[in-house]
């Protein structure tokens, strides 16, 4: 296999609580377990030699290699052509249907012969606690058990496996028709039972189990816009990153890839940021999908403190899925990074950061989702009263920022944005549902905020709102102002804005997030165009009636798109895919692009004038 391949050159397969990853080449190199935030049992991705993997492929290099999802699904099929014949891996797992933490985890990895025959090779080679715990192998009635402290794998097949040290190999030749089958059963519970043995028949019937759970699942989405496609890969991949057991939804399923290969902008994503999450509630609602966007806010709601001051914020900007505010960061030396690209980290450390954005995409959420958000009761709105009381102290003080920087604290345009938000729609809420709450004070921190934006973000000379207060660097992050009402989508002000970000922003309309040159973050080398950033650029150019650019930056934006439609954090210089990955962020910006290009596409069509969102909503 390639030493390294491509990060976008993978599909994910999960089961709703972890999810790994498998290469073109049928190669899975990544998997932690039991959970998304759990420690890894392969990860050759960040590391080749040291990382462990499981591979099930064709031996040899002669194959061409095409990768595909079932139709609707999360079922991931690989397949390898040569002139001696085609053969193809599915690898799926079966999804959590309980809602309950479970320390068993199945991946499922068939093969079958096409046409002509094909041998397939197995090699798994499982390296525990991020390849820093050693294990055992033991070999009995052909099944591999790997243990090591705290977790034990069985690898079941149905043709011979043999030992490889502490290893396991096999090889089995089909004829067309025959399939082939290796299970591997995690459990992180001690002295679990061995899993039941396995055969074709049975396997084929778990996978089509899970085909049949995925495709119930999309045929309930209320989309019939122009890119079902894409809409529904994403929709797919959001619900693939959500922990079914708390409806919390982690950044990305993998910790560790680079922003620039070679440099040290390599974090773990492998948590719920309360931002991403928030504005995920939005683009599942659009879907139809209310009962995943229910979860989050319940979630959401009980994450809010009864109590905080200037010491403790009543929410941090992540945590666990499970709500475990705990994430030391530290540094996996041991690793050499994909590609070389160091320190891989664990963990992470801007979880102590201020970002006072939070409170506006949290009331957003719950503003969005009202009815959902109003199932919390009266004590459920105390909690969100309280918080409000808060950011009225506390509104006014410097962050670290949306984007998470290391350069110290600044008065960031965005959050006093988002902040605004929060008193705008905590305001709306107690008005819509007669709750008591503190309005002569929320409605003058509210107002306070737009006329301390407008005069200290703006800057004359570029027309422009800016990254922070006494700056000139642009932020693409304020691409999301006409979405929240903070500006109508078309007021001088806001056209000038978003021109602004054109010009220095804007590459073949992919966006860029900040210019780190011009604004120091704190950390060394560059990244990439930010993918979420492309779709909020497509939704302000809709908003603001600019259909043309905005339908063909959309459009365009769709050849980034890995093979099987997926999308990391990042797009580098030379159209790589670079960042975690797959990440939700991007995925729900897709969503909520989607949605606003079709609703303005189909008011242009029917000659209406457009209003910036479908009747009913609280957005403007």
Request: hydrophobic fraction near 40%; aromatic fraction near 10%.
């Amino acid at each position: 296999m390639e030493r390294y391949p491509a990060i976008a050159d993978h599909g994910v397969v999960g089961d709703l609580q972890t999810a790994a990853l498998v290469s073109s080449e049928g190669v899975v190199d990544w998997f932690p377990a039991p959970r998304f935030d759990s420690p890894s049992i392969f990860a050759a991705l960040l590391d080749h030699e040291r990382g462990g993997h499981f591979r099930f492929a064709p031996e040899g290099r002669g194959s061409t290699c095409k990768q595909l999802y079932y139709p609707d699904t999360a079922v991931l099929v690989t397949r390898f052509m040569s002139p001696d014949g085609v053969g193809e891996v599915f690898d799926c797992m079966p999804p959590d249907r309980t809602g309950t933490p479970s320390d068993r985890h199945v991946l499922l990895r068939g093969a079958r012969a096409v046409r002509g025959t094909v041998r397939f090779d197995l090699e798994c080679r499982p390296r525990f606690d991020y390849a820093r715990a050693a294990h055992t192998c033991d070999l009995h009635d052909g099944t591999a058990t790997f243990r090591a402290p705290g977790v034990t794998a069985h690898l079941q097949s149905t043709f011979p496996l043999h030992r490889d040290g502490d290893d396991a190999r096999g090889t089995v030749t089909l004829r067309t028709g025959q399939l082939a089958c290796a299970v591997l059963t995690v459990d992180a519970a001690p002295d679990a039972p061995a899993p039941p043995p396995v055969t074709p028949d049975a396997v084929a019937e778990r996978f089509w189990e899970v085909v049949d759970f995925w495709q119930r699942w999309v045929r309930t989405s209320h989309y019939r816009g122009r890119w079902p496609g894409a809409v529904h890969r994403s929709a797919i991949t959001l619900k693939l990153l959500t922990y079914a057991p708390t409806g919390a939804p982690v950044a990305a399923a993998t910790m560790g890839l680079p922003e620039q290969v070679g440099g040290e902008r390599n974090w773990d994503y492998r948590y719920t940021w309360v931002r991403d999450g928030s504005l995920s509630v939005r683009a599942l609602l659009d879907l139809g999908f209310a009962e995943e966007a229910a979860q989050f806010t319940r979630w959401l709601g009980d994450r809010l403190q009864p109590a905080a001051d200037d010491r403790h914020e009543p929410l941090q900007i992540m945590y666990r899925v499970d709500g475990d505010p705990d994430l030391p960061e530290e540094v996996l030396s041991h690793l050499e990074g994909y590609r070389g690209s160091a320190p891989v980290r664990v963990g992470n450390a801007a979880t102590d950061q201020l970002q006072l954005d939070i409170y506006g995409e949290a009331l957003y959420a719950l503003s969005e989702g009202r009815e959902i958000a109003m199932r919390a009761g009266y004590h459920g709105w105390k909690n969100l009263a309280r918080t409000l009381d808060w950011l009225a102290d506390s509104w006014d003080r410097p962050d670290e920022g949306i984007w998470e920087t290391r350069g110290g604290r600044k008065e960031f345009t965005f959050s006093r944005m988002m902040s605004w938000v929060a008193f705008d729609r905590g305001l709306r809420l107690a008005a819509a549902y007669s709750r008591p709450a503190d309005t002569v004070r929320w409605t003058a921190a509210r107002d306070a905020i737009l006329e301390q934006v407008m005069q200290r973000g703006w800057d004359a000379e570029q027309r422009a709102l800016v990254q922070h207060y006494g700056g000139a660097v642009l932020d693409a992050s304020l691409l999301l102002l006409p979405r929240v009402g903070f500006l109508a989508p078309r007021t001088e002000s806001w056209l000038s804005t978003l021109d602004a970000i054109e010009r220095t922003l804007v590459s073949d309309s992919l966006v860029y997030r900040y210019d780190p040159l011009a604004s120091p973050d704190g950390l060394r080398g560059s990244e990439g165009t930010f993918s979420l950033c492309t779709f909020l650029y497509v939704d302000a150019l809709a908003r603001a009636g600019r259909l043309r650019p905005a339908r063909y930056a959309f459009e365009k934006m769709q050849t980034y798109a890995n093979h099987v439609g997926l999308f990391a954090e990042e797009i580098g210089p030379g159209g790589e895919q670079l960042g975690n990955f797959p990440q939700a962020f991007t995925h729900l910006s897709l969503i909520m692009a989607a949605t606003t290009l079709d609703d303005a596409l189909d008011r242009q069509r029917d000659d209406e004038p457009w209003r910036g969102g479908p009747p009913g909503r609280l957005s403007p």
